[in-house]
């Protein structure tokens, strides 16, 4: 085990709220845990000593940061500085929404979220076990049953240099429900943080989520968005991510009900020497669910990103349709892409399929649009775009997409082709 590790347990022992019981079930597991090696499968191509290696001054920490707004997008922010939250949660909120932290929960709200914590979430996952423990920050989001919620909820995690956070987001949609949920991370500077989120999306909800992990520099970020969906429901999950010292996010879902449906679309950009680390599982345990995945990386100069896809049938799931697509394009050849489309089938009466691609910037087109007029800082930020645009178009809110794309441009306009 490693220091810092073995420093999580001690502050974890000391930890006390009505969440004891799921964190005290978590803490037992995480006793056991192992740090991860370079013969851990699932964190082979990460340098995750990094993370014990690197030391917080802990007497540095800025707490006075704030979260931009997004123009247009009207949204009911709840913005986490540095793992506190700062948002006011007593303004008024749309009927049928009720948003509350951890540490007011009331009766009812303890009820529910204990059932929902820790147990959408796969226990393989190791911060996912110290996020449990740790995490004394967070909301719990509800949405009623048949209530529609036009504002997106938008939780924004802000870091700052030598922080360290853990913060944790429960959301719940009832029947009919419909919702939409951002999460978005910021900060280029020296910190740690792991942020997970658990969805239990409710029979015929619909819920449309993004992640835009968008930490850089010296940050190192791990968390995961992980989702349960019951029958019919629906699930459009956007996920943008900038590399960083080490950022990873995982994505899980379960189709626990019938006909459930799941798309999920996903940006990686790269450049320096940064990592990003995706890892997504699908699990198709009941009959007639559809997945819809598809994964598009930009990586240059000496950046590296994993992806790892698994798509899991049981043998009861008969009826599944489900596609896996990964696409990367490559701007240097000191970069790397190390990517792992998976399919684990038990069922006989399927439609599934999976693919991986990895190609250079074309260097003809390139050279067509320069010897046209558009220099070559242009005429690569075209190419991307063309790469990755259908993506974006796809993302149901127009607001984001048009806040996310000049943001973008910035980063295709740092990298080049080498």
């Not at 379960?254 to 798309?263: D, L, N, R, Y």
Request: charged share 25%; proline share 2%; hydrophobic share 40%.
């Amino acid at each position: 085990m490693s220091n810092w590790l073995n420093g999580a347990v001690a502050r974890a022992e000391s930890v006390s709220d009505w969440l004891a019981p799921k964190r005290q079930a978590s803490l037992a597991l995480l006793r056991e845990a192992q740090w991860p090696t370079r013969k851990t499968e699932a964190w082979k191509y990460i340098p995750i000593n990094v993370w014990d290696r690197t030391e917080l001054q802990s007497d540095a920490v800025e707490v006075n940061a704030v979260a931009e707004s997004i123009e247009g997008l009207n949204s009911i922010d709840l913005v986490f500085v540095n793992g506190e939250l700062t948002s006011d949660l007593n303004d008024e909120l749309p009927a049928g929404l009720s948003i509350v932290s951890l540490a007011d929960a009331s009766a009812d709200a303890q009820s529910w979220a204990a059932e929902t914590f820790a147990s959408v979430k796969p226990s393989r996952h190791l911060f996912g076990l110290v996020n449990d423990v740790l995490a004394t920050q967070g909301v719990l989001i509800d949405v009623a049953a048949e209530a529609v919620i036009e504002q997106p909820i938008r939780i924004v995690n802000v870091l700052t240099q030598d922080s360290e956070a853990h913060t944790r987001v429960l959301v719940r949609l009832g029947q009919n429900a419909k919702a939409s949920v951002v999460e978005q991370f910021c900060g280029n500077q020296r910190s740690k943080n792991t942020g997970f989120a658990e969805y239990k999306v409710g029979e015929s909800a619909r819920l449309e989520h993004y992640r835009f992990a968008l930490q850089t520099g010296e940050s190192l970020s791990i968390g995961g968005s992980h989702f349960e969906l019951a029958t019919r429901a629906e699930l459009n999950s956007t996920l943008v991510g900038f590399g960083s010292t080490l950022q990873r996010v995982d994505v899980d879902v379960t189709h626990a009900g019938e006909h459930a449906f799941a798309k999920l679309n996903a940006i990686y950009l790269l450049d320096g020497k940064e990592l990003f680390d995706l890892h997504s599982t699908i699990e198709h345990a009941v009959p007639h669910g559809t997945t819809e995945e598809n994964v598009r990386g930009i990586v240059a100069d000496n950046s590296r990103a994993v992806f790892n896809g698994r798509i899991h049938i049981h043998r009861d799931a008969q009826k599944t349709l489900a596609e896996l697509n990964n696409r990367n394009l490559l701007m240097s050849d000191r970069a790397e892409i190390d990517t792992k489309p998976e399919l684990e089938i038990y069922a006989d009466d399927v439609r599934c399929a999976h693919g991986a691609t990895i190609a250079e910037i074309d260097k003809t087109a390139l050279y067509y649009l320069q010897s046209r007029g558009v220099s070559r800082s242009q005429a690569q930020i075209m190419l991307n775009f063309g790469f990755i645009n259908e993506l974006v178009d796809e993302m149901p809110n127009d607001v984001l997409a048009e806040w996310l794309r000049p943001q973008l441009r910035d980063r295709f306009a740092a990298m080049e082709v080498k």
